[in-house]
């Protein structure tokens, strides 16, 4: 779910600024999962950009206040909420952990890293949600040491279908700042894409599993 609709205008419109997000519907991207993607979103970007990150920090952090109160400690999934989920818990005078994808194979085999007690309340920091999957992975991990998990915000979602189903699975309330329809409206607007690109990004979007270019 959006949070605020000028917000998610906003974010949009950095992220292409500093090229966070690149739309390439004729030399599509190949993620790891093996899609052919006309997107590519990497928040880690906006870590180099002072004002932007500043301005993602602000928003998370009111946002969180204004979603969930103040919880015991921000969480932030490894690795690409990591730096934001640092700088919003600062922002909030909060302690931060952040969980790995899985335990490590050495030393103490942390998946969570920091200080977290069982009974604590979590709210987790995402940099981008595809289809939930590292997402949830990350909650659960967070559940299975004895947190308690109150909600998400993220930067930025595709909106997948399968997303959402994962996420009513867990009965998880999740907020982000942009989405991908809000994207590509403003993408038009600003001229960072063309009308005619447009029916291709919609059509990866309802389909991206089986999309090809054309």
């Known amino acids: 779910m959006i949070l605020d609709i000028e917000t998610a205008k906003k974010t949009a419109e950095l992220l292409l600024q500093i090229k966070a997000i690149k739309l390439e519907p004729q030399h599509p991207f190949t993620w790891s999962s093996g899609w052919k993607s006309p997107i590519y979103c990497d928040n880690r970007v906006m870590l180099s950009y002072p004002a932007v990150r500043n301005y993602v920090k602000k928003q998370l952090a009111e946002q969180l206040r204004k979603q969930y109160g103040k919880p015991d400690v921000i969480a932030g999934v490894a690795t690409g909420a990591i730096g934001i989920g640092a700088l919003v818990a600062e922002c ?123």
């Open 92 to 214: 909030l005078e909060l302690p931060f952990v952040y969980v790995r994808p899985k335990p490590k194979k050495h030393g103490r085999q942390n998946q969570i890293e920091g200080f977290l007690q069982a009974g604590q309340k979590v709210v987790v920091i995402e940099d981008l949600i595809s289809t939930g999957k590292s997402s949830l992975n990350a909650v659960n991990a967070l559940k299975n040491a004895g947190a308690e998990v109150v909600g998400m915000l993220a930067i930025f979602s595709y909106g997948f279908d399968l997303s959402t189903q994962n996420f009513e699975r867990q009965d998880l309330d999740y907020h982000v700042l942009s989405n991908y329809e809000t994207l590509i409206k403003q993408a038009v607007e600003s001229d960072y894409l063309k009308e005619s690109d447009v029916q291709a990004l919609s059509a990866w979007r309802d389909n991206p599993s089986n999309w090809q270019p054309k």
